[in-house]
T-cell receptor, first 113, second 116 residues
């Protein structure tokens, strides 16, 4: 079962920041938070990941609360091409490689013109 | 984009026939994975490989087998396809170095399989 909770859908105006929340209240100390997205029927695309500090790359920023029980993915200037399903995933500690990523239903982000 | 290709991209087959899907990578990554994606189920892990000739089962491995005879190729075989195996299949790779944040998975474009 997925260890994260995300809203099923969100809308965002083109050019504005898109803030996608994720709740992971049972996260363990060594578990990372990963974000992926899937545009239409393409393969999931890696966006960003973090452990406890805020992270930024060319695609997005990841803000993790101090207690690590929730996080927010920020797309600073959303475009129509950012319309996709966004997955927040907690990497399960231990276990075998290959069984560490559990994809939930995600958030369907619609960027509106 | 990670150098991952999948073939075929689309396939229609009949129940009972064998089907092999191929995943090819040019990254020399150690770990390779097969997922299937179905409406209402998200992505589910079928099998994965942690090196040449080293494979293990995921959560939905029944009816599937895999082989990895060289680093760059990971094959998924449906010995006798059934309609329940109609799905979109994604291959993924990861470098998989020890522990923490270096096992980000990168996904291929997918294969859409229809079993009639």
């Amino acid at each position: 079962d997925a260890k994260t909770t995300q809203p099923p859908s969100m809308d965002c105006a083109e050019g504005r920041a898109a803030n996608l929340p994720c709740n992971h209240s049972t996260i363990s100390g060594n578990e990372y938070v990963y974000w992926y997205r899937q545009i239409h029927s393409q393969g999931p695309q890696y966006i960003i990941h973090g452990l406890k500090n805020n992270e930024t790359n060319e695609m997005a920023s990841l803000i993790i609360t101090e207690d690590r029980k929730s996080s927010t993915l920020i797309l600073p200037h959303a475009t129509l091409r950012d319309t996709a399903v966004y997955y927040c995933i907690v990497r399960v500690r231990g276990g075998r490689y290959g069984q560490n990523f559990v994809f939930g239903p995600g958030t369907r982000l619609s960027v509106l013109p | 984009d990670a150098g991952i290709t999948q073939s075929p991209r689309h396939k229609v087959t009949e129940t009972g026939t064998p089907v092999t899907l191929r995943c090819h990578q040019t990254e020399n990554h150690r770990y390779m994975y097969w997922y299937r994606q179905d409406p209402g189920h998200g992505l589910r892990l079928i099998h994965y490989s942690y090196g040449v000739k080293d494979t293990d089962k995921g959560e939905v491995s029944d009816g599937y087998s895999v082989s990895r005879s060289k680093t760059e190729d990971f094959l998924l075989t449906l010995e006798s396809a059934t309609s329940s195996q109609t799905s979109v299949y994604f291959c993924a790779i990861s470098a998989g170095t020890s522990g923490g944040d270096t096992d980000t998975q990168y996904f291929g474009p997918g294969t859409r399989l229809t079993v009639l």
